[in-house]
């Protein structure tokens, strides 16, 4: 079926009252805007479907609160659409309830019950999950920060596993390759999240980077996994845009400079792996959870060469880390 038979096949099925169907059509009229009212239209058609007991739909509204990318971010709305969509039996919020309430089940799975759904959106500790951590700092020229136990570990478990699935898939299609990189600049794999894929637990890891990197969340590109096998590497690059470059300069008209980089470590069972810095013959690595922040551009803005880094290949065991390029925004027009 073509993109465009598919498509009608949706608004057909949505339209006569499919819930599945009209919620599918919400999420992508929101992520993919044809028109200018389709966003008005994905929300209504993501309200209908709520009401009628759709829990996959209540997870996208929990997903537009927490993200601000339709009026103002607000997590506690997020968190009070993630329990009803939990309590409609949608699975994935409730487990995703379960960890931002720091509430493992006993028998070992997360979230096994619908009806835990209330209590665990009460065990929440909002203000606790956006608190951040004292930030050190590595070096001045480029900037260089770190922040240890950026992150508890259920968090990196959570991201680990969602990546993990999609990561073979990222290798056979390439789809995720930066551009303007040689084949060989990076042998490792890695998984980028679209709009589509958001969840609650990636979204406040967003929340949290563009607190420490005093940005908005609109600065965020989608976020990657990395995962090095033994041997595998990210050779030196730049992270930041180079406006010499034509096609640089287009993107950079529309989103802005690459101004910064938050690296996670989701894991620490390897050795070697570290995030290096040839230029200032340094390199840095973190405990699992820990954060490094580094800006790609100087003092005034401008594209600092000092910034060349790249990932070392692990010489035991897999490296996982969560990366998130944050740009400076659109330039006014
Ligand atoms: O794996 C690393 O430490 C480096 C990753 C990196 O350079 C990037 O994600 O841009
Ligand atoms: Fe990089």
């Known amino acids: 079926m073509s993109a465009n038979e598919e498509l009608e096949r949706l608004k057909a099925a949505a ?28 929300q209504l058609l993501l309200k209908q479907a709520m009401d009628a007991g759709n829990g996959e739909a ?8 927490a993200s601000g990318m339709i009026g103002e971010q607000n997590w506690r709305q997020a ?20 960890i931002l309430a720091d509430a493992p089940f006993e028998n070992g799975t997360w979230g096994s019950d619908p009806s835990d759904a209330k209590a665990l959106r009460d065990r929440i500790d909002v203000e606790g999950l956006l608190r951040i951590p004292e930030k050190q700092n590595l070096c001045e020229a480029p ?11 259920r968090f990196c478990d959570w991201m680990i596993d969602l990546a993990r699935p999609k990561l073979a898939r990222a290798r056979t299609y ?9 084949s060989d600049a990076r042998t490792n794999s890695s998984v980028s999240f679209n709009l589509l894929d958001l969840d609650l637990i990636l979204l406040l890891i967003q929340t949290r980077i563009s ?7 609109f600065t965020m590109e989608n976020s990657m996994v990395m995962h ?28 802005g400079q690459r101004l910064a980089t938050c690296l996670i470590y989701l894991n ?16 840095f690595r973190c405990d699992r959870g820990g954060a490094l922040l580094f800006a790609n551009v100087d003092l005034e803005g401008q594209p600092d060469p000092q910034t060349l880094h790249a990932g070392l290949p692990p010489t035991r065991g897999e490296k996982w880390l969560f990366s998130q390029w944050i740009r400076s925004g659109p330039l006014p027009q």
Request: no cysteine.
């Open 15 to 42: 339209s006569s009252g499919d819930h599945e169907a009209m919620t599918a059509l919400g999420k992508r009229l929101i992520a993919t805007p044809t028109s200018a009212k389709s966003v008005d239209e994905g």
């Open 58 to 65: 209540a997870e996208f509204v929990a997903v537009i609160f």
């Open 79 to 98: 968190l009070d659409y993630l329990s009803l969509s939990a309590s409609l039996g949608w699975s994935p919020a409730l487990r995703q309830l379960s």
């Open 143 to 153: 900037r260089i920060r770190k922040f240890d136990d950026f992150l508890p570990e």
């Open 174 to 182: 390439d789809d995720t390759a930066v551009e303007g990189k040689e």
């Open 211 to 217: 607190k420490i990197a005093m940005v908005p969340m």
């Open 228 to 255: 090095y096998n033994v041997g595998e590497q990210f050779r030196p690059h730049y992270d930041y845009l180079d406006p010499s470059k034509a096609a640089h300069a287009a993107d950079m008209r529309k989103f």
């Open 268 to 283: 620490e069972d390897f050795e070697g792996a570290e995030t290096s810095f040839p230029e200032i013959n340094q390199k």
